[in-house]
């Protein structure tokens, strides 16, 4: 798959004014600074994301329609208050409906950054999204800012810490790595979507 073209189709929480159509979505989940929206320009080719902005301001949905056929859509980031809150209270109710109700939704793509252990959050969102059994690909980010031992480490770590079947895929907008997979990845969560609806 390749992304041939991509626009902004706007900023919405509540579900009256997020998109219509019956397209299957592909969430992006991390915490604030984790790399989020350079990840987003990177996989889209272009800077659409906005990579600078106030941590914590926005709490809306961003839905991006990829090749006129699925959303990637940027969750606002989590992490940000310095007082440890659970991710319910800063997400707050509607973000959570959206990750267990959607029915578009085909999976969750979660980032941790490669150089720090996940945080609780990190670690309650992932439990959460493996108790919803949503497909789900599990990412770190940053990857050329650690050497070969450091990386293979911190993949063998957190597939540990969330009992994952394979380990987690590293990434860097820096130098290219990992971008053919993730793709490859969003790619399968699309045509397992596609093929549920036609088993409904
Ligand atoms: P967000 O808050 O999750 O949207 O994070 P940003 O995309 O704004 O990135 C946070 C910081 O990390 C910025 O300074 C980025 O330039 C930097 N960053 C993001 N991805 C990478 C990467 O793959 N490699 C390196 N070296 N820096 C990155």
């Given at each position: ?10 900023a ?30 990177w ?18 949905l961003?839905?991006?329609?990829v090749?006129?056929?699925f959303?990637?859509?940027d969750?606002p ?5 310095r007082?440890?809150k659970?991710?319910?209270s800063?997400w707050?109710?509607?973000?959570e409906?959206?990750?267990t ?5 085909a ?12 945080t ?18 599990m ?7 650690v050497?070969?031992?450091q990386r293979?480490?911190?993949?063998q770590?957190?597939?540990r810490?969330l ?10 907008v ?8 993730l793709m ?6 699309l ?9 409904d």
């Open positions: 798959m390749e992304i041939r073209e991509v626009s902004f189709r706007g919405a929480l509540s579900v009256s004014t997020r998109p219509q159509e019956w397209l299957p979505q592909v969430a992006v989940a991390g915490r604030s600074n984790v790399g989020k929206s350079s990840l987003l320009n996989l889209f080719g272009r800077s659409v994301a906005r990579v600078a902005k106030a941590p914590g301001k926005t709490r809306t961003n839905f991006y329609l090749n006129s056929s959303y990637l859509v969750l980031g989590y992490g940000y208050a007082v440890a659970s991710l319910r800063q707050g109710r509607e973000l409906r959206y990750l109700e959607e029915r578009r939704l999976g969750v793509i979660s980032l941790v950054d490669i150089r720090h252990p996940p609780a959050l990190d670690l309650e969102l992932n439990r959460m999204l493996q108790t919803i059994g949503h497909g789900f690909i990412v770190l980010t940053k990857a050329d800012k050497g070969r031992s293979a480490r911190a993949r770590a957190l597939q810490q009992g994952l079947a394979t380990p987690p895929l590293a990434v860097s820096r130098t290219g790595e990992g971008r053919a997979e490859a990845d969003i790619a399968d969560l045509t397992s979507w596609r093929q549920r609806q036609t088993g």
